[in-house]
């Protein structure tokens, strides 16, 4: 008896092939946007040519960006002229409560150091950055000085990293040069300068500095000068300051010099 088999003929998977064949095109469509990403990052990097250049005027305010070949982030700088006295900017600045600006937390004052001359404060604050982003950690040297010829205040900030231990979670910021310039002109007007030359640490922290922080210093400015208003600012007296005010009351002479945009 003979007995014949059959079997169906094997027919190519299409809905497989047509699967394997969109990976193919997917993943190359990811790779070239890898790559492109690394080039455009590259040229980004060595682009720059050491100068200011006027991104926004808005509101009294002006902001400059500055970026130098070798470095991704952009410095900035931002002025305006303020109703204020030079004590009240100094109080203000002191004050962690009304500094900490949105998703800043646990900011406090570790050390201060006061000299006829000087002034230092060492501050230490976190900072809440959205997600999947580790927040930030930042440990300070905030130094005061005035010049006594143009009785122009000098604010300078720096990172000092290794001040106090590290705190496990947080990422501690170790790129931060920044400064202000109070500047006086007399009636109860300074101009404020605020330059920022600093890295959050990342890529994405850093392309949002660059994107984004520009548009916000106009309101943090207007702010700012809101805060001073205070009287408890305003009446605050430090050892090393004089006010212009209170120079040109007795006859001296007093150059005011504002940088020029």
């Known amino acids: ?55 926004i005027d808005r509101d009294g305010v002006v902001v400059h960006s500055l970026k130098a070949p070798g470095s991704f982030v952009v410095q900035l700088k931002a002025k305006k002229r303020m109703k204020t006295n030079l004590g009240g900017l100094i109080s203000a600045m002191q004050d962690m409560e009304a500094m900490c600006s949105e998703g800043c937390y646990e900011a406090v004052i570790v050390d201060r150091v006061d000299s006829p001359t000087s002034q230092i404060v060492y501050t230490y604050s976190l900072f809440d950055m959205p997600f999947p982003l580790t927040d930030r950690e930042w440990v300070l040297e905030n130094k005061f000085r005035q010049d006594p010829d143009t009785r122009e205040i ?60 520009p548009n916000i210093m106009p309101e943090s400015m207007h702010e700012i000068e809101r805060i001073v208003q205070d009287e408890k600012y305003q009446n605050a007296k430090f050892e090393f300051v004089t006010e212009i005010d209170e120079v040109t009351a007795e006859g001296d002479e007093v150059v005011m010099e504002s940088t020029a945009y």
């Open 154 to 213: 000098i604010y300078k900030i720096d990172a000092v990293p290794y001040l106090v231990p590290p705190k496990e979670g947080f990422v501690r910021i170790t790129h931060f040069n920044n400064k202000w310039r109070f500047i006086p002109v007399g009636k109860g007007e300074v101009d404020v300068e605020w330059y920022m030359d600093m890295s959050y640490g990342g890529y994405v922290a850093n392309l949002f500095h660059n994107l984004v922080i």
């Open 1 to 55: 008896m003979n007995t014949e088999m059959t079997s169906e003929p094997k027919q190519p998977a299409k809905g497989r092939r047509r699967l394997f064949k969109f990976f193919k095109i997917f993943f190359g469509v990811i790779l070239l946007l890898v790559v492109a990403g690394v080039v455009a990052d590259w040229i980004w990097v060595r682009s720059g040519d050491n100068q200011w250049k006027e991104v």
